[in-house]
C-alpha cells in the first residue's frame, strides 16, 4: 500500500523572528526553562531551535494535553526525557487544577541555587503555538494574564508574570523553527493545529494522521465512524477509501453524489484535535529519534550534493577566467 505524500510544511511569520530575538536577549538572566509540549506529539513539538538558543540551562519538559494523549507513550516519553542531562518531564493537563506547586518545586530543583527574594527563581516559559501555554500560564498565576485560543499564533508579545513573591516567569509568543527537516513532524504539527491552516493541504495531512490512526488505533477509528469493518481489515484499507469512508458515514457529500474530500478532512482533523477520537499519541520516542536520524542523513546528502555542484561551478568559471585574470605562472 503507497503512503500519502508528505508535505513541505514550513511556517515561521514574522513574530516569530521577535521571539527569537527576545529569547536570545533574555537567556542571560534566566535560571531555567519550560518547555511546554503536546504530549500527543512530545518529540514533533519540541523545538530544536529553543534547545539552541537556550544553551545548557536546566529545563523542564511539560507534556501537557496528558488527558488526551496514550498514557502508555506518555509514560515511554517522560522516561526518554528524564534520562537527558539537566532535564525534568513532567505530564499534565492545563485545564485542571492549577499545578503551581509542581511546576515550582521542579523549577527549584533544577535551579536549587536560586530562591528568596534576594535571589528570585527567573524562568522563562515556550512552547510551539496552539500547545495550550496561555492555558496553563492562566492556571498557574490563577489569572487571566495570557490570551488564548485555538489557533496558531494567539500570544504574540513577551510578558512577565509573577507566580510568588520570588519566582517569575517570563511568557514568549509560541515559536517554529525556520526549516522542519522531519517529513513526520510536519504532519503531526499540522494535525495538531500548531501551524497556520494556509500553511499545509488539510486533505494530504488528514490521509498521514489516517494512516498513523490505522496502524496504531484501528479500533478507535471503527469506534468513532462505525464503518462496520474489524480491525484488520479497516487497518489495511487503503488511506483514500478510508477517508472516503468516513465521508460518505458522516454525510460529507457534494453534487453528484461524491463525496467532499476536503470536508471529510476537516472532519478528521477536528475529530483528532479534539480528541473525539480517543487519547491517542502520534509518535514514540524511538520512531522519532529513527525519523530524526533519516532527516538528518537526507540533509547532509543534500547539503554535499549542494557543494559539489558549487565546486564544480567555481572549479569551471576558473578553467575559463580570461588570461588577464589568471595569475602568472
Known sequence: MKAPPHMAIQWFPGHM???????TERIGDIDAVIEVLDARLPGSSANPLLAELTGRKPRLKVLNKQDLADPERTALWLAWYQAQDGTSAVALDASGPAPVRQLIADCHRLAPHRGGMAKPMRVL???????????????????????TGDEAGVTRQEQRITLADDFYLWDTPGMLWPRIIVPESGDHLAASGAIGRNAYDEELVALQLLRRLQRHYAPLLEA?????????ALASLHDEELLQAIGRKRGAMQDGGQVNRQKTAEIVLTDFRSASLGRITLETPREFDAWRAAALARDAERQASKDARRKARSAGQGAYAPASARKPG
Open 17 to 23: 523572528h521577535l521571539t527569537r530575538k527576545a529569547i
Open 224 to 232: 468513532r465512524y462505525r464503518l462496520g469493518l474489524p480491525a484488520d
Open 125 to 147: 516559559i515556550c512552547g510551539v503555538p496552539n500547545v495550550g501555554k496561555s492555558t496553563l500560564i492562566n492556571r498557574l498565576s490563577h489569572k487571566r494574564q495570557a490570551k
